[in-house]
């Protein structure tokens, strides 16, 4: 297979231990594309905007949060103000920039601008060994995210969707719902343009689960429809997202590469070749055809390692809509 592509590291002198959770958010007022991820082990937060080059770190350390930042999602603020708890006083300062951030045993409303926690809205697994690991949110911006064993142990991780109810002092109650047992090292997590279909990794199988989904009731359809066969590419399957042509793009961890899977012939249909082993997430641009851009883990003996890239496939397509996070 023979594609072509241009591929480079962004200038921003920023190198993740373990890069991860990017997600591509696309400003309605200022209409300018900002990227967001985490350094899982280096306890980062990252926002840079390639169009006027703004780049800003968050250290969460001090937040106590027990470390690994897994995924951050910029929180829909429409319903904000009536959804989250009275004593969280959202209101009580300006120019909030507000997330969901996820850690090793928490999930949190997390405020960018004054790096400090709004609300804690859990901070409980049932095994003190378990860590969240990546999430995403669906279209009707209800979260999922999965959990691994912090030392690999296979199938004591699992699927969760994150709801809320409203109690009868207009309170927010939230719901974290188990959905698939068993898992691994739960990782990518997309859905089918028609919202058909939720697509989901659990990293040594090789594969990617295809489950019949249902986006009013956030509810899947079990067992498995299908699965995606990817081992006979190199590697192991990490992130995913999904384009707006419905392609399935995958970060092979120890593969060097990217792939775009045709979910309805199951085949890779484009591959970009990397220079570092461990991708481990994508993200493609909202506003620019064809544009990509990936994390990765820091290598040592591999300089381009651990550094955002950005990657020019030459195709004609964008990012299916990003989905922030609605309370």
């Known amino acids: 297979m023979t594609n072509e592509y241009m591929s480079k590291i962004i200038d921003i002198n920023v190198r993740s231990k373990l890069g991860e959770g990017i997600f591509i958010y696309n400003d309605p007022i200022t209409n300018l594309e900002t990227i967001y991820w985490v350094d899982i082990f280096g306890d ?59 850690n090793k045993h928490s999930l949190v409303l997390w405020d960018m601008t004054y790096n400090c926690i709004i609300e804690r809205i859990s901070d409980r697994l049932p095994d003190a060994n378990l860590r969240f690991n990546d999430g ?38 939230w719901n974290l719902n188990f959905k698939i047992k068993g898992v691994s090292i739960s990782n990518g997590l997309g859905w089918s343009s028609d919202d058909m279909y939720m697509y989901f990794i659990d990293t040594p199988e090789r594969s990617i689960q295809v489950y019949r989904y249902n986006s009013e009731t956030g509810n899947i359809d079990k067992p498995v429809l299908k699965t995606i066969d990817l081992s006979k590419y ?30 309805n012939t199951e085949s ?32 040592m003996d591999v300089p381009e390692s651990g550094y955002l890239l950005e990657i020019d496939t030459k195709l004609d397509m964008l990012s299916s809509k990003s989905n922030c996070f609605n309370c």
């Open 44 to 102: 980062k937060i990252y926002e840079y905007c390639p169009e006027i080059s703004k780049l800003s770190i968050s250290d969460i350390t001090n937040l106590e949060l027990g470390g690994y930042p897994s995924c951050i999602i910029p929180v829909n603020n429409t319903n904000i103000n009536t959804n989250i708890n009275s004593k969280s006083n959202i209101n009580s300062k300006s120019n909030q920039k507000l997330f969901l951030l996820s």
């Open 234 to 263: 190199s590697g192991f399957p990490d992130g995913m997202t999904v384009d707006n042509q419905g392609y399935i793009w995958v970060a092979m961890w120890d593969g060097y590469s990217i792939l775009r899977i045709d979910p």
């Open 136 to 173: 995403k949110c669906d279209s009707s911006g209800r979260l999922w995210i999965g959990t691994m064993d912090v030392d690999n142990s296979p199938k004591k991780g699992a699927l969760y969707s994150l709801s809320t109810q409203i109690d009868k002092d207009n309170n927010s109650v």
């Open 268 to 299: 890779c249909v484009f591959q970009v070749t990397l220079t570092i082993p461990r991708p481990t997430n994508i993200a493609i641009s909202t506003k620019c055809p064809g544009k990509v851009y990936v994390t990765s883990a820091m290598e």
